[in-house]
């Protein structure tokens, strides 16, 4: 499941779900924007999790949920911990860090 966060509220959805992946990003961000089909893709081969885009520059109680310094910055959340993160423009480190909570 896919959704782009437009409030500050990335807690709630890390509390009620056993797990979530984040993809953290900014408008001006070009790697985000080449990242976010990636991501998307993933999300729809893993329908029971959501993945949810969160713009690090609006949202910055979100942002500090996996101490985001740089973008594109992808994070792992699990039974409402951070897990892991991976700051990368390439899609098999974003699809390793996915594979660490999901049966894939």
């Known amino acids: 499941m896919f959704k782009e966060l437009d409030q500050d509220n990335l807690a709630e959805s890390v509390k009620e779900n056993d797990v979530v992946v984040v993809q953290y990003s900014a408008s001006w961000c070009g790697n985000c924007r080449l990242m976010k089909p990636k991501f998307k893709k993933l999300a729809g081969e893993n329908e029971d999790i959501p ?3 969160v ?3 609006k949202y910055p109680e979100s942002r ?3 101490n985001v310094d740089n973008l594109p910055t992808f994070a792992t959340f699990v039974n ?3 897990k892991n993160q991976v700051q ?3 899609f098999e480190s ?3 860090l996915v594979n660490e909570v999901t049966d894939n």
Do not use: R, S, W
């Open 88 to 90: 990368t423009n390439k």
């Open 94 to 96: 974003l699809k390793e």
């Open 80 to 82: 409402g911990e951070f």
């Open 55 to 57: 713009d690090a520059e």
């Open 51 to 53: 993945f949810i885009m």
């Open 64 to 66: 500090k949920l996996a």
